[in-house]
């Protein structure tokens, strides 16, 4: 019987959520943070076998919002939940419910989708502190399946598959079983980029910092593409910080984006980055929108 469905994952930052996802496609396709909101749009990555075909939805998490941005991270974490046939939930090896996790669980309480509790990290876990992190979830009996995976070294993501199977309703297959996922290639690309800056620089500046790719050609007699990225900043001070001194930040970030993007795309990459000042655009509707946040 071939199986279909939604399915949201959710989980609060450093948890692994980005690394489970990108184990399961075998394609870097959700940047790697340990920052919070790392993710700003749903992402849809498609994994198909023989038997089903389960379109994962990357959201952005759900907290309380600090500004037009993160309310509309907000809306799009809570709509995927209404348009899923299954929630997963990631925790990771701590053996403590802190605010932000208290706060998610509180609102999963209130949907009747099927979840799924993924505890990764377990390489990290002894047996003892497993079952007491289990012992932890379970009191709230919200839970369909609990299961314990490494996404680093994939132990027991066949065990969280057949969970899914199970669960998953019977259906069509809604992509083609070679499509991996729904965003165009500029956008991926953006999302690297965006990612290195999230790594090197300060805790308030990646924040507000969007990037968006100008112009990517692709010469295709000498498989190259040429690629012109915009990395946006709110403060003229930010601008200063992205660059750094004799531009060795923004040389920093291009070369390890390019890295990533060049095993992305397969193919050699020409990376032109420029730094622009948008101030406050995080709180301006139309500057959401132009950005793509709609």
């Not at 959700?30 to 379109?55: D, F, L």
């Not at 047996?127 to 009996?141: D, G, P, Q, T």
């Not at 069509?172 to 165009?184: G, H, K, L, N, S």
Request: hydrophobic share 35%; proline share 3%.
């Amino acid at each position: 019987m071939f199986k279909s469905g939604f399915i949201t994952v959710l989980g609060r930052s450093n948890v692994g959520k980005s690394t489970f996802l990108n184990y399961i496609m075998g394609e870097k396709l959700s940047i790697i943070s340990n920052k919070p909101q790392t993710t700003r749009n749903k992402i849809k990555m498609i994994y198909t076998t023989e038997n089903m075909q389960c379109i994962f939805l990357d959201t952005p998490g759900i907290q309380k919002p600090k500004n037009k941005l993160g309310e509309y991270m907000l809306k799009v974490s809570k709509d995927s939940l209404n348009d899923a046939d299954i929630v997963t939930y990631i925790v990771d090896n701590s053996t403590i419910i802190g605010e932000n996790e208290e706060y998610i669980l509180n609102f999963l309480k209130n949907i009747k989708t099927p979840i799924i509790l993924v505890i990764n990290k377990i390489d990290l876990l002894t047996e003892a502190n497993l079952e007491k992190i289990i012992a932890l979830y379970e009191k709230y009996n919200i839970f369909k399946k609990i299961i314990a995976v490494s996404a680093v070294n994939g132990q027991n993501i066949d065990e969280y598959f057949d969970a899914v199977y199970e669960l998953l309703p019977e259906g069509p297959m809604y992509y083609d079983e070679d499509e991996i996922t729904d965003q165009p290639i500029k956008k991926i690309v953006s999302e690297i980029i965006r990612e290195k800056t999230l790594v090197y620089l300060n805790e308030e500046i990646p924040h507000g910092i969007n990037v968006v790719v100008d112009s990517l050609k692709h010469r295709t007699e000498k498989n190259i593409y040429d690629i012109y990225a915009t990395i946006i900043v709110e403060k003229k001070s930010h601008k200063g910080m992205v660059i750094g001194k004799n531009g060795k930040m923004i040389k920093k970030i291009g070369t390890d984006a390019r890295i990533d993007i060049e095993n992305f795309l397969e193919s050699k990459i020409n990376l032109k980055l420029w730094v622009k000042i948008d101030p406050d655009w995080r709180n301006v509707n139309s500057r959401l929108s132009e950005y793509g946040y709609k």
